[in-house]
T-cell receptor
Framework: AQSVSQHNHHVILSEAASLELGCNYSYGGTVNLFWYVQYPGQHLQLLLKYFSGDPLVKGIKGFEAEFIKSKFSFNLRKPSVQWSDTAEYFCAVKGGSYIPTFGRGTSLIVHP | EAGVAQSPRYKIIEKRQSVAFWCNPISGHATLYWYQQILGQGPKLLIQFQNNGVVDDSQLPKDRFSAERLKGVDSTLKIQPAKLEDSAVYLC?????????????FGQGTRLTVV
């Protein structure tokens, strides 16, 4: 079986602070990893994805994520957040023949 | 490019009633997903179609939920009869075939409240 764990359920930051959201998964084989974002009142949209190659992945809006295979982690980072980054962030994993599995999400609030 | 369309946006029904949701995926996307997102949780896949065939429905409560995609385009998800615990947002998503790492494009969802 595969599962996804997002450790931070609620994060509150001030503008210009750095962000790191944790994501750990359980699956021993080759995985495809995603971060999705849902802005208030909008639909889920892809921030970035990893399937092979460089473990440091760049996404939209200045986000990046690092795949660390030995730690089964795919943490999301942004060096300086903006008020407009206020949203819900979801990590998702797909391994082998398993169906895509989402974490429970992290609610990020950025104060101006 | 038009996105994934879902209707209705909101629905309130009483328990034991039936309800249906409709989804129109992005044109040309062969894969269609229905997800259930309960408040405070991540989306959970209910069923995945490729064209009009079911790829996975292992998490679909088949005693009350059904879904179809007759012509490989639009899809409907039905709940009959509804229970209080079915209150959730039902998300439809689609992705193209041919990409070895397909990104799923999501619709706005239908928020169902069962009272």
């Amino acid at each position: 079986a595969q599962s996804v764990s997002q450790h931070n359920h609620h994060v509150i930051l001030s503008e210009a602070a750095s962000l790191e959201l944790g994501c750990n998964y359980s699956y021993g084989g080759t995985v495809n990893l995603f971060w999705y974002v849902q802005y208030p009142g909008q639909h889920l949209q892809l921030l970035l994805k990893y399937f092979s190659g460089d473990p440091l992945v760049k996404g939209i809006k200045g986000f990046e994520a690092e795949f660390i295979k030995s730690k089964f982690s795919f943490n999301l980072r942004k060096p300086s957040v903006q008020w407009s980054d206020t949203a819900e962030y979801f990590c998702a994993v797909k391994g082998g023949s398993y169906i895509p599995t989402f974490g429970r999400g992290t609610s990020l609030i950025v104060h101006p | 490019e038009a996105g994934v369309a879902q209707s209705p946006r909101y629905k309130i029904i009483e328990k034991r009633q039936s309800v249906a949701f409709w989804c129109n995926p992005i044109s040309g996307h062969a894969t269609l997903y229905w997800y259930q997102q309960i408040l405070g949780q991540g989306p959970k896949l209910l069923i995945q179609f490729q064209n009009n065939g079911v790829v996975d429905d292992s998490q679909l409560p088949k005693d009350r939920f059904s879904a179809e995609r007759l012509k490989g385009v639009d899809s409907t998800l039905k709940i009959q009869p509804a229970k209080l615990e079915d209150s959730a947002v039902y998300l439809c998503a689609s992705s193209p075939v041919g990409d070895r790492f397909p990104e799923a494009f999501f619709g706005q969802g239908t928020r169902l409240t069962v009272v």
